[in-house]
């Protein structure tokens, strides 16, 4: 193909799709701000309103209502420091009409409320049941902030236990854990090692290396938790006599899969230590003297 015939396939492409964008684009048309009250939010939340606007590429800013496809009417009513801010959009196109509100606490928010509602219309959902939606307020970022600096964390915890099928009937225990745990909004994913130590020269032990799974019901300072794990380890059971044979000998501990599954509490989430009281039970996935053995642990955890 030659040069000439080339150039003249780019530009016209290049046309092509610069009038495709501009038919495709919507058209938009800000009334003034309608305000009740305090008359310094007017100005500054058309403006808001505008940027928001203009920072979606397929969306044109036009001077007069008639060349618009869209027009928005915002809207604030002042209530002292506070506002409520409004936002009303009329489709001229297909004669759709929606509405979206917030409450901001003074007019230092009212950037972030005019992007929220600006991407609460352009993305077709609701400013108040998203709140994943464009920006986030202030408070949301304080928590936010807070949050991540633990969003890493070490953890250890310890606790009395209660052995059952270990060669000796509820065999005295001391149960631990240490690992490094991810936080994830309502969810926390560890890597940890655990052990089930006997006590006053008990010989049984359970315990192993693998993953976890914390589960959150509140993104509250306090909330209630459940837990799973899953680990490769081992289990030994108490020699209850000394003249044991050989095949009971090697009976005695086997290597394995553990699985525990616990129910608690975690404090103090949104800061640098948080604290876990849990009541965790762990069951060894294999038979030792023809019993699975399992240990029910009371634990208290820091994670720092």
């Not at 129910?263 to 294999?286: C, I, K, M, P, Q």
Request: glycine residues 8%; proline residues 1%; charged residues 20%.
């Amino acid at each position: 193909m030659k040069l000439r015939q080339k150039t003249s396939l780019v530009l016209s492409f290049f046309s092509l799709f610069c009038f495709s964008s501009a038919a495709f684009s919507e058209k938009v048309f800000i009334e003034s701000t309608a305000v009740s009250g305090d008359s310094e939010y007017t100005k500054a939340f058309y403006e808001l309103i505008s940027q928001a606007v203009e920072s979606y590429e397929d969306q044109e800013l036009v001077t007069t209502e008639a060349d618009a496809n869209l027009v928005l009417s915002p809207k604030v009513i002042s209530l002292g420091e506070a506002a409520i801010v409004t936002l009303n959009s009329r489709n001229k196109k297909n004669g759709d009409i929606s509405s979206q509100k917030l409450k901001i606490r003074s007019i230092d928010e009212l950037d972030i409320a005019a992007e929220r509602l600006i991407d609460a219309l352009f993305q077709e959902k609701s400013v108040q049941d998203n709140s994943a939606v464009g920006q986030i307020t202030r408070d949301e970022q304080t928590i936010l902030a807070k949050r991540k600096k633990s969003m890493g964390r070490w953890f250890l915890g310890f606790g009395p236990a209660l052995a059952h099928n270990l060669g000796k009937d509820e065999a005295s225990l001391m149960h631990w854990v240490f690992g490094y745990a991810w936080e994830l909004d309502t969810a926390l994913l560890k890597l940890e090692v655990e052990g089930h130590d006997g006590t006053n020269g008990n010989d049984t032990n359970m315990g192993g290396l693998g993953f976890g799974y914390t589960h959150l019901f509140s993104l509250a300072n306090h909330s209630p938790i459940v837990t799973a794990d899953i680990l490769w380890g081992s289990a030994r059971s108490h020699k209850m006599m000394a003249s044991t044979s050989s095949t009971e000998m090697e009976d005695n501990e086997k290597d394995g899969f553990l699985l525990g599954l616990g129910a608690g509490y975690l404090f103090y989430r949104t800061s640098d230590v948080n604290l876990e009281t849990s009541l965790v039970y762990t069951h060894f996935l294999g038979e030792i003297n023809g019993k699975s053995p399992g240990s029910l642990a009371t634990r208290v955890s820091l994670y720092f």
